[in-house]
């Protein structure tokens, strides 16, 4: 899952960098607003998924710990 995530905020970077030119070669201010506007929100979804990555990184760690912890079952 984490790789999945890591090629979506790649990708919404990507696409925030896009708007941004787009934004930079626009010819008309509403058009230029318009992009600027998707390049945030772009941005604002990379970041969602950066703090899902880190929620499950912790999750995954904390699980580790848990197990390592955890005494074995006898046989």
Known sequence: ???KLGDHIKAC???????KKRAAKASSS???????ALAKQWTHLASSYEY???L???LLDTQKAK???APEAPD
């Open 13 to 19: 970077q990507q696409r925030a960098i896009d708007a």
């Open 30 to 36: 509403h058009l230029k607003a318009e992009y600027e």
């Open 1 to 3: 899952m984490l790789q």
């Open 56 to 58: 499950e990184r912790f």
């Open 67 to 69: 197990d390592a912890l």
């Open 52 to 54: 899902s990555e880190s």
